[in-house]
């Protein structure tokens, strides 16, 4: 592995264990075991270690923020798209640790994360559309927007939620939660059996 890769490798997992600001560039060339040139060499500064982190994240997170809406998907399927994003997002927690605060320091990553939180809004508005449309959901257009910024909302800041009260995050948590801010907006029986789901995800 190069050292760029073990660099941001290691820099993930002190970050997320120790939240960002706890952590210098001379304790991630400690815990790697090389100079802190040869860091600086790579990336000057802990500024470029979260922009590469963050780039890392897009480029995990993108893929998933293209579904395929013009093929019928199972209920199932759309439940495993917010799964798979709250994943991603688990792995990356530190960002979300303290976001204002982390994008007010560093404006670059701020415009990056607003790009990709407008990404996952389109793609949230696409997908209770395509829902929609499939005569699943019975709430009007504006409801629906609401229900948009619900579930961004929840997706952003229910993993350090959790952390705040001493609690492992865990992904299921977060995706029962997004569900049961679907489901009120289903018709039965997709409702019934949202709801359902939600609570084998909550249980396992």
Not at 166 to 187: C, E, K, S, T, W
Request: charged content about 20%.
């Amino acid at each position: 592995m190069k050292t760029r890769d073990r660099i941001l490798d290691c820099a993930l997992q002190l970050f997320n264990e120790q939240g960002e600001p706890n952590v210098s560039t001379l304790e991630i060339a400690n815990e790697l075991g090389i100079s802190p040139g040869n860091l600086y060499y790579h990336f000057h500064g802990k500024e470029p270690v979260v922009l590469g982190l963050f780039e890392r994240f897009e480029e995990a997170l993108l893929p998933l923020l293209d579904p395929p809406l013009d093929v019928r998907l199972d209920a199932e399927d759309y439940w495993l798209f917010l799964h798979l994003i709250v994943e991603r997002m688990s792995q990356y927690r530190f960002l979300f640790q303290d976001l204002s605060n982390l994008t007010g320091r560093l404006p670059k990553l701020a415009r990056g994360v607003r790009n990709l939180i407008n990404a996952v809004k389109r793609t949230l508005a696409a997908l209770l559309a395509s829902l929609k449309a499939q005569g699943q959901v019975q709430s009007d257009t504006q409801a629906l927007g609401q229900l948009v910024e619900q579930i961004t909302l929840t997706l952003l800041f229910s993993l350090d939620y959790q952390r705040v009260l001493a609690r492992q995050g865990d992904v299921g948590v977060v995706v029962y939660q997004v569900m049961m801010l679907v489901a009120p907006h289903l018709h039965q029986p997709s409702r019934q059996a949202a709801e359902e789901m939600a609570v084998r995800y909550l249980e396992g």
